[in-house]
């Protein structure tokens, strides 16, 4: 950087405020040969700590600098690697401090980028708006839209459908909302992630239906049909091992397996007691049916009949 761009950044840090001429010499400073090295980066992250009120193309322009210079400039191309994840995470999580809005973004553009990272990078990231959710003490929809483009990335996390460390962070952030005013797309968010959860934790073999179970086609656009295979996959329930990984009770999971198949048959109908028992154990917490886990239920129902009470059986 020449000595200008220096000491603009020096007076930016001293203040924390950011002119829009002074973004774009930042930035413009910063693209001539782009970040070349961490220190570089390092001193990125450290300004953006002092900012106040942040610029939009300096937030913009922060994120594809570090992400670029993440994916492309270090080796290997492509991919984060757990020393790589390390030293981010140190980057945000700088001096014990949650990270802000625009760290958070910056993560989600690197899972959504790379070929693939850690686990534990995508695991801090969904946390991190988690807990962001759980500050504000609603979800609103931009941070809902931020949880779910975590969720569809998984580049870290089980790839193919919801984890089960990811769907545990959705119930324990509806735990500290579940009486909030959410906007609704939060319902249809946590319905969609943990039901792909659970139908890819109950299936013999998920992998022999990976397209199904496919978290890009559960999550990405709330007017798809999702389910709409498992609608049709009542006597499927008879055959293969469905249940036996939720159970682990052999008895109990054919007979889960016969209740399932046997609703599944059956014309919709009312959510039954068993099946709202099932979701307050699942939960063990609050004792109520919060309106996020309601659609959970709906949404099984919905899209898979039988499911919810081969649920309730195997519980």
Known sequence: MDQETQIIMARVAKVGEMTEAEAHRIVNEIYSDGIVSRGEAETLFRLNETLTATNPEWGSRFREALTDFLITR???EGWVTDEEADWLLAQVHHDGEHPCLEEIDLLIAVIRKADG???KLA?????AIAHRIVEAGKANQMMVERARFALFAGAGDGGLWV????ASVLFATNDAISSADNDPSWNDLFARAVGNHLMARAHPEPKSIEDAFAREAWLKDTSVNPGGLFARMGASFFSGNWFAS?????????KARMAAAEAATREAEQVTDDESSWVLASVERDGKV???????????RAEAPGF???LASAA
Not at 163 to 166: G, I, N, P, R, Y
Not at 246 to 254: L, N, S
């Open 74 to 76: 270090e080796a290997p």
């Open 117 to 119: 990272v850690p686990a």
């Open 123 to 127: 695991h801090y990231t969904l946390d």
């Open 163 to 166: 984890s089960q460390h990811e």
């Open 246 to 254: 939720v159970t682990y009770d052999r008895k109990k999971a054919e």
């Open 290 to 300: 919060s309106p996020a886990e309601q659609a959970l239920i709906d949404f099984l």
């Open 308 to 310: 919810a009470e081969g």
